[in-house]
C-alpha cells in the first residue's frame, strides 16, 4: 500500500490537506500543488471543504493522461546554506534582551537539504513544460508510473500502480 503522507500538506493551513481524506470512490492526498487518487481507503476521513467535493471530479477531467514521457533524472539535493536563518542556525529576538533562539527550519544546525543550482526556483522541463524537483522525485517513487505532462497551463497526469494523480507545472519565468 502507498503511503499518502509525501503527498500531503505540512502544517498548511488549508487544515484538510494535511492528512489523506476520502470522497466518493477515491482517497486523496494533496498539497495544493501535487495530487494522488487511490482506490477509496478506510483509514481516511471523509473530506470536510466543500471546495475540495466539487472541484476533485473537475480536475481530473479538465486534464486528462494523454502520451506518456519518461521523467528525466532528477539530481539529489545537497546540504546549504538554511535559507531561513541564512546559515547563522539561530535568529535573534527583534525586542527585548532575550538570547539568540535556534533556527525551527534546520533545528539550530544552519544547515538544511536544498536543491543543486544558483536558483531559488529550480525546474526541470518534461515535455512542454517544468515541475519543480522535488515532486518529479516523490513522482518517480510511485510503482510503475508513467507521466503525461501537458503544458504550463495545466497539470500534468499521472499514472501509477494502484491510482493516479495530476501535478501543476511551474510558472513560465518572464
Not at 503511503?3 to 495544493?32: H, M, Q, V, W
Not at 483509514?43 to 486534464?63: C, G, I, Q, T, Y
Not at 532575550?98 to 526541470?124: F, H, R, S, V
Request: charged fraction near 25%.
Amino acid at each position: 500500500m502507498i503511503d499518502l503522507k509525501p503527498f500531503c500538506g505540512d502544517n498548511d493551513i488549508r487544515y484538510y490537506l494535511n492528512e489523506p481524506f476520502s470522497e466518493g470512490e477515491f482517497t486523496y492526498a494533496t498539497n495544493g500543488h501535487i495530487l494522488i487518487r487511490v482506490p477509496r481507503r478506510d483509514d481516511a476521513k471523509e473530506v470536510e471543504a466543500d471546495s475540495m467535493k466539487n472541484r476533485l471530479p473537475k480536475m481530473f477531467a479538465d486534464n486528462p493522461f494523454l502520451l506518456p514521457v519518461e521523467i528525466p533524472d532528477i539530481p539529489p539535493m545537497v546540504e546549504g546554506d538554511c535559507d531561513c536563518c541564512n546559515g547563522e542556525g539561530t535568529h535573534d529576538y527583534k525586542c527585548g534582551n532575550a538570547p539568540p533562539y535556534a533556527c525551527g527550519e534546520c533545528n539550530g544546525t544552519g544547515k538544511q537539504m536544498t536543491e543543486l543550482g544558483d536558483t531559488q526556483w529550480p525546474e526541470i522541463e518534461v515535455g512542454n513544460a517544468a515541475f519543480a524537483p522535488k515532486y518529479l522525485r516523490l513522482i518517480k517513487t510511485l510503482p510503475g508510473i508513467q507521466f503525461s505532462p501537458n503544458t504550463r497551463d495545466h497539470s500534468a497526469a499521472f499514472k501509477f500502480d494502484g491510482g493516479d494523480g495530476l501535478l501543476m507545472p511551474m510558472r513560465k519565468r518572464s
